[in-house]
């Protein structure tokens, strides 16, 4: 898929209800990904377990918690696999396709499915299902007892994770025109983090009440697919500095604590980024790979080693950064300056979701659904 494509994929307009494709968007001519480069590893790393989901099509971001991780496939097949060794401790069924997963705090996983009902299972085991009134794309958040649902209307809705009993729900006004791929949707402190738009916003997991919010990007544009520029998740916090890709327009980090912008970027781009205490990691529509100064954005490097690839989200993993490609190939960068390190194979379809880590296991997931997990030295 070229980078015009990726683009329009992104692309939906929620309408009476409902989210539909969006016709006419930006597009181009379709670009030679660069080969791989041959490089000496600078790091040592293998393979150490695989395992297997149903196809992922859908935005699937895998969630860690103790010790295990959590994830789906497009067939609703739910899964938690312990993290050291890969062995598999539960495997639940949705029983429907899902566009949406996973959430977890550990005992309650959640995940939605094509008609807009959140499922959620606990061992493997149904416990409940709820319909919301929109598309969600964006994971399901776990945390308090309550699990927390943000459809592509931007609506965040609360439910109780025993009973699913709905505890309120939060719709605001906003342009019509929204992202088919995972929002921001995250706890801090006692906290809910939401994305709106371009604005990250601050809400009562308790009563569903806006403490406070703070524009990420100022969008420009003539129409509304060029001033689209909502947040694209997961967001990574370091301390209580939460930072954010808003679609197409720019890379910013703001103060949970103060609710303040700390700083934001003018940079295209459409995949989330990552962070650590000392630098902010992005690719644009392009594949560039870039990193930008944790406290200022000063941009600290940037390559194109990996154009037309389509690098996807990243980790940061302290000396090195993961991401993967549209050939299901993991590479290992240098943080400090985006050199390669080393590079895995997976199965040959696109890497889903940013990598996730769980003690020195890293985990990516792929399209055909497969579960790789790796340990860099």
Same mark, same amino acid.
């Given at each position: 898929? =070229? ?88 495997? %639940? ?6 566009? &949406? ?14 008609? =807009? ?9 149904? *416990?409940? !299902?709820? *319909? ?57 402190? =006692? ?16 009563? %569903? ?7 990420? &990007?100022?969008?420009?544009?003539? =129409? ?7 947040? @694209?998740?997961?967001?990574? *916090? ?20 103060? %609710? ?9 781009? @459409? ?8 630098? @902010? ?6 594949? !560039?790979?870039?990193?930008?100064? @944790?406290?200022? %954005? ?10 037309? !690839? ?68």
């Amino acid at each position: 898929m =070229n980078g015009g494509a990726r683009w329009r994929s992104a692309l939906r307009l929620a309408a009476a209800g409902a989210a539909l494709a969006l016709a006419a968007c930006a597009s181009g001519p379709k670009r030679e990904p660069a080969p791989l480069q041959t490089f000496e590893p600078s790091i040592a790393g293998r393979q150490v377990w695989q395992s297997r989901v149903g196809e992922i099509d859908f935005p699937l971001v895998v969630v860690v918690r103790d010790g295990a991780f959590f994830a789906a496939g497009g067939d609703g097949s739910v899964v938690a696999l312990r993290a050291d060794d890969g062995r598999e401790l539960w495997r %639940g069924d949705a029983k429907a396709a899902l566009t &949406a997963g996973v959430g977890s705090d550990g005992r309650f996983a959640a995940v939605v499915t094509r008609d =807009n009902e959140v499922v959620v299972l606990e061992a493997g085991i149904e *416990r409940w !299902r709820k *319909r919301v009134g929109s598309r969600v794309v964006t994971p399901p958040l776990v945390a308090g007892e309550r699990v927390f649902v943000m459809g592509v209307d931007r609506a965040v809705h609360a439910f109780d994770a025993i009973d699913g009993r709905r505890l309120w729900s939060l719709q605001r006004p906003g342009d019509a025109l929204t992202l088919a791929q995972p929002g921001v949707l995250a706890a801090w402190r =006692n906290t809910l983090l939401a994305g709106q738009g371009p604005r990250l916003a601050a809400i009562d997991p308790l009563r %569903g009440t806006v403490i406070w919010e703070v524009p990420l &990007a100022s969008p420009r544009g003539t =129409n509304e697919v060029e001033r689209l520029a909502d947040l @694209v998740g997961p967001a990574p *916090r370091v301390g209580d500095r939460v930072c954010a890709r808003s679609f197409q327009s720019a890379v910013a980090c703001a103060d949970a604590a103060r %609710g303040a912008l700390l700083w934001s970027r003018q940079t295209g781009g @459409v995949a989330a980024v990552a962070a650590d205490a000392e630098r @902010v990691y992005g690719t644009d529509a392009s594949g !560039r790979v870039s990193a930008w100064r @944790v406290t200022n %954005g000063d941009l600290l490097w940037s390559h194109e080693k990996l154009l037309y !690839r389509q690098p996807g989200a990243a980790l940061a993993l302290g000396p090195t950064v993961v991401l993967g490609d549209f050939e299901g190939q993991v590479h290992f960068l240098s943080s400090a300056s985006g050199e390669f390190q080393l590079r895995l194979p997976t199965d040959g379809s696109a890497i889903v979701g940013p990598p996730v880590l769980a003690g020195t296991t890293v985990l990516v997931a792929t399209r055909k659904g497969g579960l790789f997990a790796f340990r860099p030295q």
